[in-house]
Every structure is written in structure tokens, then in C-alpha cells.
């Protein structure tokens, strides 16, 4: 069994923000959302391969709101469903460049010792 929580009621689909009350704002929102990604030129439009599936993907929607709980803005974002790839098939490697804090603190003092630098705390 499988239970989505939203606070407020927000939609969990994309059919469900479009019949919602306030569907003005969430098209809104999609919209800002699709400017951006082709203004970041996020893809870019290809043959798929034979025998490939397309990669799906979902609207997520977000009510923003301020420190008085009014709503501020409607945020909607397009997410792959990355879940659905295999490695080997889709993608052969994956990366994710992670630093630690203690390492960025141990370059910061190596380079604060070497210019003779003094540290205040």
C-alpha cells in the first residue's frame, strides 16, 4: 500500500493541480518552472534509440508560505523519475561531488598557515 502526504491539500498530480481551485496559479507555476528549464537549457531534444523507454516524469507541487502562514507563491517542479533507469542501459557511471566540512576547514587553514595569516574566533 502506498499513501501520498500533502500539506494543505496540495495536488499530487498534474491532473489534480488543473482541476484544483486555484489551477490559475499552478499553470502559472508549471510555466515559470518550463521557462527556466529551457532557458538553463536543461535537455536537449533527441532520437531515442530502439528499444529504449523514455525516462517519465512528474509535477511536484509546493505552496509556499511566509512567517504569517499566508500563502506567498505557487511552486511547481518537473521531476525525472530516474527511479525507472538501469545502470549499464540508461547510464554507465554515477557522480556526485560531495566535499566535507572538515576538509574545506582543513585547505582553508593549510592556506590561512602557509600566507602566515592570523585566525580569530
Known sequence: MRALITEDGEPTTFIKAIDDKDSTSWK??????MSALHKNKTWE?????KGRKAVGCKWISKRKKGIDRKIERYRA????KGFAQEQ???FIS????VVKLVSIRLVLLA???MYDFELWM
Request: proline share 8%; aromatic share 8%.
Open 111 to 113: 592556506l590561512l598557515a
Open 94 to 97: 554515477i557522480f556526485s561531488p
Open 45 to 49: 531534444l533527441v532520437e531515442l534509440p
Open 77 to 80: 517542479r518537473l521531476v525525472a
Open 88 to 90: 549499464g542501459i540508461y
Open 28 to 33: 502559472q507555476a508549471m510555466s515559470e518552472e
